[in-house]
């Protein structure tokens, strides 16, 4: 309770001490010190070099992988409120394949990003992340009760199966296929302005959205039962959750690919700063995956520099280790409680 | 409160219900009036879970009708609505997250608040209220899982109060509590009673409910077999045919299996609340 406020404050500087790094680090080093001159108005200052690399290539990018990040982040904290499981994430349930496997198919199949002057890649994302999740999800419960670890279970499948074929697609479409595997691991592209402006849209209105759920999603955390004996239309709402979440996961993957474990990882932390209350948890989400996103893509840059990573195997990287420690605090707790 | 007192607030009308093909309730027809304490009496499968499930809106009925104050409560009333007049303190709960007191019982204002989830001064003062009530006020700002069963019971229960529901539901309310904590509870909601709410409370233990209540219904195989005042329930035949066991009437309770005598809870109705 007593946390949220600064808590609140501390992931927006963060995010913002994450953003500053980002565009001052690369190939061409800029001080950290000389973008904040820069930020606060003292252009002149900035060589005109320098200047064009933060305005046409790192402030572009960096805006998408905040965009990506806080996509990812909130997308996290509504799978794992809806779903009561705390190893819920776009990544791990297979959202983000389909997402990535309809995108890659498109593309493919030479849809044009804009159509009638409409983003449709994010459309497209979306459609194949909401196709994703209803498998896992009628998978996971083919068994009745939705179990924590049968559902990650269905999401690996979901999601190993959908890479594979996007993969295929991959490597059948011949010269791009570099290309496209690079993607797939999660890389923020350099975007048109336009794309840019659509998923910078897309990620406001998403988190308006994601926010007015905050009373269902807290009622849920009781259990759909007293959730429903509540007032809450629990599967109107677990429709409108599902639905939200696809479209967060699917505008965060048009604009970077499937970026794993931000929407385990952020959630997770904001818990731990803020408390489960999904007033707080929502912006708070967005705002610690935006600060993961842009960090895990400033350390792709320089890690093997002149060379990058995708960003996608930053964020593995580290939410592979993360995950684990969950899974077996999750199995310890289920061990000694039920 | 005074006004209402007496009146029929929640009434089934030849009530059947099941999960599927498989039916548990079978034409059940009973008004239940404000200011009283009514005990659903049965052995375990007898169905008084899903008739509790039925009165909070949870189950919609397979034939006939719940009515709450004269409205259908299904047809006629919204979730957010029904859930401002009838609240449920389930058995059990497992929240998913650590939550504090003070969290929970806020919850109970969710259908009175917008889909953003932000509380006003009346939300923040109903809740308060109600964990004074249930003397939990001082134990707001803790974990409830660090709770003794007595304490986080009524944590529970004090959400359910700050719904403002006249109708309140309980599912095994003393389950897991001792006692002491039992005949608190049981004491609480009397008053509860007094002040005009309507309680319902499903139980299988006989002494809580003969104390705790102004009327049992007894449900057997998903019938109503027997309606009236405790001591009228308790021994009637349909009561004996329902559970196996023999029930004399003498200055207490005397529960016996044939052949065996298992309890006597005369200590037990010297306990004083």
């Known amino acids: 309770m007593s946390g949220r406020g600064p808590g609140l404050a501390g992931l927006a500087v963060a995010a913002v001490l994450a953003a500053v790094l980002a565009v001052s680090v690369g190939p061409a080093g800029i001080p950290a010190a000389e973008v904040v001159r820069w930020a606060g108005g003292g252009g002149a200052s900035l060589p005109e070099a320098h200047r064009l690399i933060l305005t046409e290539v790192r402030l572009p990018r960096a805006l998408t992988g905040a965009c990506v990040g806080a996509l990812l982040g909130v997308s996290g904290a509504i799978l ?43 459309l497209v994302a979306f459609a194949g992340a909401l196709v994703a999740l209803a498998a896992v999800y009628f998978l996971a419960r083919a068994r009745g009760r939705l179990q924590v670890t049968t559902l990650i279970l269905a999401g690996v499948v979901v999601s190993a199966f959908l890479s594979a074929v996007a993969m295929l697609f991959a490597f059948l479409s011949g010269p791009r296929y570099l290309e496209i595997l690079a993607w797939l691991m999660g890389r923020l592209e350099p975007l048109t302005a336009s794309a840019i402006e659509w998923t910078a849209a897309i990620t406001v209105l998403g988190m308006a959205l994601a926010w007015a759920q905050a009373r269902d999603l807290n009622a849920l955390i009781l259990g759909e039962e007293v959730a429903e004996s509540l007032g809450v239309g629990v599967e109107a709402a677990k429709r409108r959750l599902f639905i939200l979440s696809s479209l967060l996961t699917g505008a965060a993957v048009a604009a970077a690919g499937p970026i794993g474990f931000v929407g385990l990882i952020a959630p997770h932390i904001c818990r731990l700063i803020t408390g489960p209350d999904h007033r707080v948890l929502v912006p708070a989400s967005a705002l610690c995956g935006a600060a993961i996103v842009l960090f895990a893509d400033a350390v792709a840059r320089v890690v093997v520099a002149p060379s990058e990573l995708p960003a996608g195997v930053v964020t593995s990287l580290l939410g592979g280790p993360f995950f684990l420690v969950l899974l077996m605090r999750h199995a310890r707790m289920t061990g000694r409680v039920r | ?30 008004a239940l009036r404000s200011g009283t304490v009514t005990g659903i009496l049965g052995p375990n499968g007898s169905g008084k879970s899903t008739l509790l499930r039925c009165l909070a809106r949870l189950l919609p009925p397979s034939a006939g009708s719940v009515e709450f104050d004269g409205t259908d409560l299904f047809r006629d009333l919204a979730p957010r609505a029904a859930a401002r007049r009838i609240a449920l303190v389930p058995q059990e709960e497992a929240p998913a997250h650590a939550l504090t007191v003070r969290e929970v019982v806020e919850l109970g204002r969710t259908p009175h608040i917008g889909r953003f989830g932000w509380l006003h001064r009346r939300d923040r003062i109903a809740a308060g209220h109600a964990m004074r009530e249930m003397d939990i006020h001082r134990a707001a700002e803790r974990l409830l899982d660090e709770l003794s069963g007595g304490e986080r019971k009524r944590a529970v229960v004090a959400r359910a109060l700050a719904q403002e529901a006249g109708v309140l539901l309980l599912d095994e309310p003393t389950a897991h509590l001792d006692v002491r904590h039992a005949l608190d509870l049981l004491g609480l909601l009397r008053r509860l009673a007094r002040r005009g709410r309507t309680v319902v409370i499903a139980s299988h233990e006989f002494w809580q409910l003969a104390r705790g209540c102004d009327r049992l219904l007894l449900l057997d195989r998903g019938r109503l077999a027997a309606d009236g005042t405790p001591r009228r329930v308790l021994g009637s035949r349909a009561c004996a045919r329902a559970f196996g066991v023999r029930i004399r009437r003498g200055q207490g309770l005397t529960f016996d299996i044939p052949g065996r005598r298992v309890q006597s809870d005369r200590r037990m109705s010297n306990v004083k609340t």
């Open chain 1, 80 to 122: 794992q409120g809806l779903l009561r499981n705390p190893l819920a994430e776009p990544y791990l349930l297979g959202v983000s394949s389909g997402a990535a496997l309809a995108v890659t198919a498109a593309v493919l199949l030479g849809l044009p990003a804009f159509v009638l002057g409409i983003y449709a890649m994010p």
């Open chain 2, 1 to 30: 409160m005074a006004a209402v007192c007496g009146r029929p607030m929640i009434s089934c009308r030849g009530l059947s219900a099941g999960y599927g093909a498989h039916s548990v309730l079978h034409r059940v027809s009973f």
